[in-house]
């Protein structure tokens, strides 16, 4: 089981890393670049942005405990972690997973649309 306390504790541990609110929740960034978690008091859940390869070897952990969010959010990386379920293992694991691939460059929608040739479908 994982604390809400020792969740911020993990993320704060990375070099660059802040914390500030975003919405209901609390949101943990390397300074100057995006969000790679985001955590929620109340229920003891996190969110965390993962490479679509990394989002599915963290859900083969426990689909219960954690899963995609179920919205375009998911679809983009961003994964629901059940603290209260987890071991601190595989959350520490996953925190540093997500703060690490912040500094991976993602495309942008335009980026991906490279080398398809206008009205070949490819």
């Known amino acids: 089981m994982v604390t809400v306390k020792a969740f911020r504790e993990i993320a704060l541990s990375f070099q ?14 390397v300074t100057g670049k995006r969000i ?4 929620h008091e109340a229920s ?7 490479s679509p390869a990394s989002q599915k070897l963290y859900c083969s952990f426990d689909k ?4 995609p969010v179920p919205n375009k959010w ?3 990386g961003w994964t629901t972690f059940e603290l209260k379920k987890l071991p601190v293992e595989l959350v520490s694991d996953a925190l540093l997973t997500a703060y690490q691939e912040v500094f991976i460059k993602k495309p942008s929608a335009k980026e991906k649309g490279k080398g398809k040739k206008k009205g070949s479908g490819k």
């Open 16 to 29: 660059g890393t802040e914390e500030q609110p975003h919405f209901e929740r609390q949101a943990f960034k």
């Open 36 to 39: 790679f978690a985001t955590v």
């Open 44 to 50: 003891a859940m996190a969110n965390m942005n993962f």
């Open 64 to 67: 219960t405990a954690v899963y």
């Open 74 to 76: 998911g679809q983009q």
